[in-house]
C-alpha cells in the first residue's frame, strides 16, 4: 500500500473528519468574513471603516463588542508587502490584531507593543526577505488585520472617527481568492472549501501530526469525494456530526471555572496544537485577542448551553475595591445566543448592549459599590442607569477587560458571581 491508504491505515475515517471539521472551520470562517466584505464593495488590501459601534443589526461577526469602532482589511501577501499606518491615539485605545489564515494572532500593534504616537509597518508574507525594526512577518499569505479604536461615550464618537481615518493601507492591488462553502456546507463542499484554503495558506510545521492523521481525505492534493465508497462516507458523515457537536461546546472561555465565570486558557489567539479549542473560539468569538490584550470572560448562567433567563432579574455587584483591573477599559456585554452557538446584541429599549466604566450616567453606592441590573424587565427608576437589558428568552454574558492588569492574568483578581433575584 502507498500514500493515501497507508493513512487510512493508521486513521479511520471517521477520526479523520472530527479532526479535519475541527481543523478547517476557523480558515471557513474568516474566508466567509472575506466573502461578506466583498459582497458589500471591499477590496483586498483595503480598509473598511465601521464608523458606527456595533449593535443589534449587526451580524457580519459573532460576539462584536460595543465598546470600539473597527477597521477591518483581508490581505493578500502572495503579491508583495502591504504597509500600514496607524495614527497617534494619546491616552486612546487603540490595537490592530493581525491574524493568520488559520485565526492565529500573530502580532497585535498599538496601545500596548508599539506605543500612543502610531507609525507605519510593513507586512511580508512568509517567504518575503525583508528584515526591519518595524517589518512584520506574517505565516500565511493571507491576513486579516483588524483594527479597533475606544470611543468614550456617544459624545467621543466624531473624535474616535477622526482617529479612525488614519488607520490606512498601501498595498499592490489583487484579485480577491474565490467564495468558499461556508460552515452549513455539505461535507463535500466544506472540506472541498477546507482544501482550496490549506493550499493557498500552508499549514505550519508544527501541524504535522494532525495533518498525517487527516491524511485520509486527502486534502491537500485536492479533495475528490466522489473516490470514497458508501462505507467510508458513513464513516466521514459520522465523523463531521461529532465535530460540529463538539464545537457547539466551545468559545472563547476555556475550563476553568470560577465563582460563576469560565475564564479563557492562556491559547486564546495563539492556540498551538489546540485545535477544538481554536475552533470553538472561531464559532463563538472569531478575532478574539489574545488574553494579554483583552481577558474575556463567560458567564456559566442557569440554564443549559451556560445561558441566562431573561424572564428573571439579576445583578452583579462589585466592591468599592474589587472593579476590575485594567489599564484601558472594562465592560459587561449581552448577547443572544443563536442555536448554532453564535452570539449577537440584541434589540432593547436603551439601545444598551453593554455596561462598564465609561457607561454615562452610571451611579455607584455610597460606599463606592457597584450594582449592575440585569434582566427582561425594567428595575424601575431608581435601577435604570445601571439597567443591561435582557431579551425575554435566553441570553450569554461576556466581560471584557482591556489592558488587563497583573493580577487579573495571574488570577488573583476573579469577577464576583453573577446573583439570580
Request: aromatic residues 10%.
Amino acid at each position: 500500500m502507498g500514500g493515501r491508504e497507508d493513512a487510512m491505515a493508521e486513521t479511520d475515517l471517521k477520526t479523520a473528519a472530527t479532526e479535519a471539521w475541527l481543523y478547517g472551520l476557523p480558515l471557513v470562517e474568516i474566508a466567509t468574513t472575506r466573502s461578506r466584505g466583498q459582497a458589500l464593495g471591499q477590496s483586498m488590501n483595503a480598509f473598511a471603516h465601521v464608523r458606527n459601534l456595533a449593535n443589534h443589526k449587526h451580524r457580519a461577526v459573532t460576539t462584536p463588542n460595543n465598546d470600539t469602532l473597527y477597521s477591518s482589511a483581508h490581505l493578500d501577501l502572495s503579491a508583495g508587502p502591504v504597509t500600514i499606518t496607524l495614527p497617534a491615539a494619546g491616552e486612546r485605545y487603540l490595537s490592530l490584531q493581525l491574524m493568520d489564515a488559520y485565526t492565529n494572532s500573530f502580532a497585535v500593534l498599538g496601545t500596548r507593543t508599539t506605543g500612543p504616537n502610531g507609525g507605519t509597518f510593513t507586512l511580508v508574507g512568509p517567504t518575503e526577505a525583508a528584515e526591519g525594526p518595524r517589518v512584520v512577518r506574517a505565516p500565511t499569505n493571507h491576513v486579516w488585520a483588524l483594527a479597533r479604536i475606544l470611543v468614550d461615550g456617544p459624545h467621543d464618537l466624531e473624535a474616535a472617527r477622526g482617529v479612525q481615518a488614519g488607520v490606512s493601507i498601501q498595498g499592490p492591488a489583487v484579485e480577491a481568492p474565490p467564495a468558499v462553502a461556508q460552515r452549513g456546507a455539505p461535507w463535500p463542499e466544506f472540506f472541498a472549501a477546507v482544501s482550496t484554503l490549506m493550499r493557498l495558506n500552508p499549514p505550519p510545521a508544527t501541524d504535522l501530526a494532525v495533518l498525517e492523521r487527516m491524511a485520509p481525505l486527502g486534502l491537500l492534493e485536492g479533495f475528490d469525494p466522489s473516490r470514497f465508497s458508501a462505507a467510508e462516507i458513513a464513516e466521514i458523515e459520522e465523523g463531521v456530526a461529532e465535530a460540529r457537536k463538539a464545537v457547539r461546546r466551545g468559545g472563547i472561555t476555556g475550563p476553568n471555572y470560577i465563582e460563576g465565570w469560565s475564564y479563557p486558557s492562556s491559547k486564546l489567539g495563539d492556540f498551538g496544537q489546540d485545535y477544538r479549542y481554536r475552533a470553538g473560539v472561531a464559532l463563538g468569538g472569531l478575532a478574539a485577542l489574545p488574553v494579554v490584550e483583552a481577558t474575556y470572560m463567560r458567564g456559566e448562567g442557569d440554564l443549559p448551553r451556560a445561558l441566562y433567563d431573561g424572564n428573571r432579574a439579576y445583578r452583579l455587584h462589585f466592591a468599592a475595591d474589587r472593579l476590575p483591573p485594567v489599564n484601558s477599559f472594562w465592560s459587561l456585554s449581552l448577547y443572544e445566543a443563536t442555536e448554532d452557538g453564535q452570539f449577537f446584541f440584541t434589540d432593547n429599549p436603551l439601545d444598551r448592549y453593554a455596561i462598564g466604566d465609561r457607561t454615562e450616567g452610571l451611579t455607584y453606592n455610597d460606599d463606592g459599590s457597584l450594582d449592575i441590573w440585569i434582566g427582561h424587565a425594567d428595575p424601575g427608576e431608581g435601577r435604570r442607569a445601571n439597567w443591561l437589558p435582557a431579551p425575554a428568552g435566553p441570553f450569554a454574558l461576556f466581560m471584557r477587560t482591556y489592558l488587563p492588569k497583573p493580577e487579573l492574568l495571574d488570577g488573583v483578581y476573579r469577577l464576583p458571581p453573577v446573583e439570580a433575584l
